[in-house]
Structure formats: structure tokens, C-alpha cells
């Protein structure tokens, strides 16, 4: 509840879109990092294929997760 609270001052007070920028920018330069690991390919080409497997990344977490909640609603047994 506390970081809860804590949470929300912050976000009245800021921009969240300013207080996560470092935190989207270093998630996001890890898909440009998987997929031109030594920065050969033009920028546009890099960021395209960071857009493919970000997708591909959360499309996967998807999938697992509605795989858990199949799981979850067949029962102990199954």
C-alpha cells in the first residue's frame, strides 16, 4: 500500500511518460541489441527487426499465459 501511495504522488506531481523514459529505452534497446548484436545493420533495418521480436516477445507471453489460465480452468486432475 505504501508504494502504492508513493506511486501515485509521484504520478501526480510527474509525467509518468518522463519518470519510466530510461526504463523503456533500456527495455527497448535490448530487442535492437538481440537482434544486431554488433550494430552493422542501418538503423531503420535494426529498428524494425527490434519491433518483429518485441512483438514475437510479448506474443510469447501471451501464449503462456493463456496456456496457464487453459491449465488453471481444466482443473487439478488434467
Known sequence: MRARIAAYSLHAKRDP?????????????????????????????RQRRAEAARKAHFTKLALRSAQAR???AAGPNK
Open 17 to 45: 511518460r518522463e519518470t519510466t523514459a530510461p526504463a523503456r529505452a533500456a527495455f527497448l534497446a535490448r530487442f535492437e541489441r538481440q537482434v544486431d548484436p554488433d550494430g552493422t545493420l542501418p538503423d531503420a533495418e
Open 70 to 72: 487453459r491449465s488453471r
